[in-house]
């Protein structure tokens, strides 16, 4: 594979380059075993009696799901395949921004259709492959903070560069396409644009100086030859999902950092490194130009990512904090909310085949006006335990649990995981919790690997509990509700709030739950957002081939969920090649803005290069969207 080949693979596949799954698999035996040994076809998985747990006949709501109208204020549409955007009869959508607008004036004009953007403005436009985002109302103006997971060299460096970086400038330009973008955003009578020269208007990006806190803060682990002191970090990678404190900051979270580490010479392959996918080649040849990214001279430069960030939108000169509390892997989405007693309790995905899920609480409590010092830099990590009666527990991970110091503990959190017994899940992306019941829920996006092979530190992937089939190519979202209906408590009871699959290709376990149909199926469950009525906002990231086992599925596209019914109706398809992630609403919430990665073809402008959009999606009658 030529070089500049690996920066156009999934970040999956980079990872399997150095972890390849099996070459062999008899896919017919694995569904038999998976139909067999959990009961699919007879409905003995418990669906049924999971959904006592709750209430409501979710996973056995057959005949409400099929009238998936019922509970929406919009008429359901088809699949697409086209490059194009759909949205409902009586909505409009328009792009707000896309990767290359200019932030400053002195930046307009910046992106060229055939050639990109230059490297001196490369830090005074959108970044590119906008991912999960937060909406703040900041004296009376309305702040967008929205990620920039990664670039594609291909698309963003100079044609003469065949796709990799050939200089440190050029190295520098991806550095700064990437991180977060904070700007303002208004409605100018023609739809929402960015605010040009807003004084809130900010880049953060993979140079950005920040702070660290918690318990990591100054160790051995994250000292390097720049940073003695292990105080100041430089940037944040691989700004994936997203999350909002109840206070009124912004939490960016840090998923793929192992793919910008390589080496030059010799270095320690540790098993910290085997266990994160840090290696020897980067993503994008940083290690050449760049030595903070070279194990060979910096191999604690690692340890300074894959954390959960803090900025403050509503002050530009403030420094990011990556709170190591929060634990280290990587990082999905922040779902924030409070136990009864006050506690802030985040709850947290590790983005990674076979990996786990968290949350953090923490020792002091909150109120509205309070200072927020501590809070999350002081607390515990949890990880959860599923078990196949439909319960569940978080199982704290302290230098006692563990027998690791608490600073190894928080950088090497997934080995720690793996000794207090986790469950190993089916890449646990975002979290999002319910506004107006106690539940949470999480969205398994995918796992090849279920039942075929262990995970990168060793833990079995066994069919089970909430991960129940093998080579699991549909992916499913779990949900639970905490005992006492308290975020703060340990126990836990859980069902599956769906089971994506496509019954057109199936009649067994890979056909989905009953509130799959063929009108409304879809593939890798990925972005999740609850709107404040309650409704689960669903986007995908998952194959958009619309063949063999993914016929009739069409383009990745997002999708509004019932979680009292189960109902399921899909509201957009995004264009070929892109997937839908981050949303979040305007202060009126008449306006729900919505990312757009990784596009195929021209789009959005019709013309050269594709550009990751965030777009603005309203109801013609001027009513609110969720």
Known sequence: MKKSDIADLSWDDFDELRDPRPEENGFDAVVERAISRRGFLGGALAFGSAATVFGAGVMGSATSARAQAAAFDFQPIGTATDFEIHVPEGYQWKPVVRWGDALWSEADGAYSPETGVAFEMSDK???????????????????????????????????????????????????????????????????YAVVVDSPLNRRIDHNTPMTMDGPVAGSDLVKTNADPDGMSPLGTLNNCGSGKTLWGTYLTCEENFNGYFGATGEYDATEGFKRYGIGGEGRYAYEKFDARFDLSKEPNEPHRHGWIVEIDPANPDSTPVKHTALGRFKHENAAMTQAKDGRIVVYMGDDERGEFMYKFVSNGTWDEGQPTDGLLSDGTLYVAKFNDDLTGEWLALTPETTGMALDEMLVHAR???????????????????????????????????????????????????????????????????????????????????????????????????????????????????????????????????????????GNNQMLAGNTETGEIARFMTGPYGCEVTGMCWSVDRKVAFVGIQHPGGSWPDGEGKPRSSVIAVWREDGATVG
């Open 125 to 191: 436009v959108f970044g590119e492959n906008t991912d999960g985002m937060e909406l703040f109302a900041v004296d009376g103006k309305q702040v967008i903070a929205v990620n920039s997971e990664y670039v594609n060299p291909k698309i963003n460096l100079p044609a003469a560069s065949e796709g990799m970086p050939t200089s440190a400038d050029e190295v520098r330009m991806l550095q700064n396409f990437q991180g977060v973008t904070v700007m303002e955003v208004a409605d100018n009578g023609d739809g």
């Open 415 to 553: 080995m720690a995981g793996s000794k207090v017994g986790a469950t190993t899940m089916d890449r646990p992306e975002w979290i999002a919790v319910n506004p107006v019941k106690t539940e949470a829920y999480c969205a398994l996006t995918n796992n090849k690997n279920r039942g075929i092979k262990p995970n990168a530190g060793g833990d079995e992937t066994p069919v089970g509990g909430p991960n129940p089939r093998e080579s699991n190519n549909y992916g499913q979202i779990v949900r639970w509700v905490p005992n006492g209906d308290d975020h703060g408590e340990t126990a836990f009871s859980w069902d599956l709030y769906v089971m994506a699959g496509n019954p057109k290709v199936y009649d067994n376990a890979y056909a989905g739950s009953d509130n799959v149909t063929p009108g409304n199926m879809f593939n890798s469950p990925d972005g999740m957002i609850f709107d404040s009525k309650g409704t689960l906002w669903i986007q995908t990231d998952g194959n958009y081939s619309n063949e063999g086992d993914f016929a009739g599925q």
